[in-house]
DNA sequence: GCGAGTTTGAAGATGATTTGCATATTGTCA
DNA sequence: TGACAATATGCAAATCATCTTCAAACTCGC
């Protein structure tokens, strides 16, 4: 991720932002709460604040950097985002997130949403569920 | 709503239960928060607690008297369950809230989950949809 | 009506997220 | 490249939604 992607949407090139962008990128779970992203930089030495992991990720989420998720339980997850839309699987045992597209249920739902006299503009679908016996 | 109700699914009758149970069923909107809840209760001249407010609402998520839908913003709304399955399609303009349901979309769920390895445990919809021009 | 066991209201505790503010950084322009 | 205005940061304190604690007030079966 390059700072001109910061640039680009408007924001100054400053290191806590570069981190939480590394952070997001680098991460093996690609859906990390605020803590989450905290922590790791913490953990690799860097000296950053809490509230300013929360402001970074509120305005990547304002600039379309990244997506956030509000699953149960709370807290907030964010996402890179990759560009293209997905919807999420969550497994109830292990917590796994699973993401997968579906052009027919979107499909569906602009049609369901013009039946009503709307337009669709976007949309959140989480599964729940568990793995099959 | 009969005391029934709360005695089928092993709750005593109490006042503030029936009470919460009255503002769900009697509301115009049917997705209430609990605060909206414990204001409608006060206005009314109740005399509850919000504490009470949550903790009824909690236990009937649990009785599966209510639903509870986790929207975007913090707050959980519920809803008193009307047994049929449904998803939402909220106005981003005027947060009117409109209940559907897709058996297609349904269906193409459980197939995804199944793809996937899982079986569909649950779900949560929502389309965030503005009016057509 | 009584009493064991449950429920309630009020206040304080939580966990997640935000804000206020003095200090530190960034991007710009000379 | 150095000075500056504008912006960002870290910390602590403030919010918000929700939960828990606990003494006092109910409910229900006897």
Chains 1, 2 share one sequence.
């Not at 997001?24 to 605020?34: F, M, P, Q, V």
């Not at 990244?66 to 497994?91: R, S, T």
Request: some cysteine.
């Amino acid at each position: 991720m390059q700072p001109h992607n910061l640039r680009k949407v408007g924001l100054k090139v400053t290191l806590p932002r570069l981190r939480v962008l590394e952070v997001l990128g680098e991460s093996e779970e690609k859906h990390l709460t605020a803590d989450d992203v905290y922590r790791a930089l913490i953990d690799s030495g860097e000296d950053i604040g809490l509230a300013t992991v929360y402001r970074v990720l509120n305005q990547f989420e304002a600039a379309g950097l990244v997506v956030k998720h509000n699953f149960e339980g709370g807290q907030a997850f964010y996402e890179l985002d990759g560009g293209e839309h997905h919807d999420h699987m969550i497994c109830v045992e292990t917590g796994k997130v699973i993401e997968f597209v579906s052009p027919d249920i979107e499909r569906l739902q602009s049609e369901i949403a013009d039946k009503h006299g709307f337009q669709l503009e976007d949309h959140s679908l989480v599964m729940y569920v568990r793995p099959k016996k």
